[in-house]
């Protein structure tokens, strides 16, 4: 069983930052590769960006390319999203999670991750 609980949630201005973080309990956390996904009102949970369990590659939606960072220190069992020049279209909850395996074909597929976060609130006004 792993828990994950995100933090760093908010209200910014649009062109605003804000960094989340994701604290997982496993002792196994750095085997994992670890996700960052976002849900919007009404629509379906997308995924924003992944990163392998060394930190070696990271992965990223088109929509955040460029503006996001992901991040981990696995000596803290922690996970971070950097998040940069916010705009409205990047309102939603915002979850992490732990992949299962290690097949990088299935980084950006929701199915492919097992444990997930309670989400965190964004909220980017105009």
């Known amino acids: 069983q792993v828990q994950l609980v995100e933090s760093g949630g908010g209200l910014v201005q649009a062109g605003g930052s804000l960094r989340l973080s994701c604290l997982a309990s496993?002792?196994?956390?750095?085997?994992?590769?670890m996700g960052w996904f976002r849900q919007a009102p009404g629509k379906e949970r997308e995924f924003v960006a992944a990163?392998?369990?060394?930190?070696?590659?990271?992965y990223y939606a088109d929509s955040v390319k460029g503006r996001f960072t992901i991040s981990r220190d696995n000596a803290k069992n922690t996970v971070s999203l950097q998040m940069n020049s916010l705009n409205p279209e990047d309102t939603a909850v915002y979850y992490c999670?732990?992949?299962?395996?290690?097949?990088?074909?299935?980084?950006?597929?929701?199915?492919?991750?097992?444990?997930w976060g309670q989400g965190t609130q964004v909220i980017v006004s105009s």
């Open positions: 496993a002792r196994t956390f750095s085997t994992y590769a």
């Open positions: 990163i392998t369990w060394s930190g070696g590659d990271t």
């Open positions: 999670a732990t992949k299962y395996g290690s097949n990088r074909t299935t980084i950006r597929e929701r199915y492919a991750y097992g444990y």
